[in-house]
């Protein structure tokens, strides 16, 4: 079955500081991800894909399919960064296979 | 623009109950899609339609679930004979492209 494992339930870094969010997957075929998050008293959102190759508040994520990985960085923390971010893949027929997601914590 | 609404935002059942729980998507959005979130967990794919047709339901946990969508437009979802383990938040998400999805705020669901 298809699998997304991100290994940190909670992830806390000084604002300035680098992040990376880990994001490993399985799957057989050509891997379509996504990273979502959800602020605090907010809904899920898309915050990138991995095909748009775009950086979004900061953020990039990079396809590694020798790692099966797509892990979710940013150079320099902000405060407005921190809320649960989750990792997603699409699955034959459309639908999302998501991780368990990972706290993301930025301390002043 | 609205986004996606659900309702009602917060259910208390008791166990052994009917519920309906209600999603409008953003209007256009051939796509709709309804997940489960356990505390602690991402969503889990529940059912998928395109326009009216079910085209997915194989995350559905047991025949006590079913979702309908008979207009293309708003979804339900129905829980019936509820139990502890179907506590969890439901989330509607509609779609206009693949893979790219809008969720609603969800409804947390209490079964005591």
């Known amino acids: 079955a298809q699998r997304v494992t991100q290994p940190e339930k909670l992830l806390s870094v000084f604002k300035g500081a680098p992040v990376e969010l880990k994001c490993n997957y399985s799957y057989s075929g050509s891997p379509e991800l996504f990273w979502y998050v959800q602020y605090s008293r907010q809904r899920l959102q898309l915050l990138l894909r991995?095909?748009s190759r775009e950086s979004i508040k900061g953020f990039t994520a990079d396809l590694n399919k020798g790692e099966t990985s797509f892990h979710l960085k940013k150079p320099f923390a902000q405060e407005e960064d921190s809320a649960m971010y989750y990792c997603a893949l699409l699955e034959y027929g459309n639908k999302l296979v998501f991780g368990a997601g990972t706290i993301l914590r930025v301390k002043s | 623009g609205a986004g996606v609404s659900q309702s009602p935002r917060y259910k208390v059942a008791k166990r052994g109950q009917d519920v309906a729980l209600r999603c409008d998507p953003i209007s256009g959005h051939v796509s709709l899609f309804w997940y489960q979130q356990a505390l602690g967990q991402g969503p889990e794919f529940l059912t998928y339609f395109q326009n009216e047709a079910q085209l997915d339901k194989s995350g559905l946990p047991s025949d006590r679930f079913f979702a309908e969508r008979p207009e293309g437009s708003v979804s339900t979802l129905k829980i019936q004979r509820t139990q502890q383990e179907d506590s969890a938040v439901y989330l509607c998400?509609?779609?206009?492209?693949?893979?790219?999805?809008?969720f609603g705020p969800g409804t947390r669901l209490t079964v005591l």
């Open positions: 991995h095909i």
């Open positions: 998400a509609s779609s206009p492209r693949v893979g790219e999805q809008f």
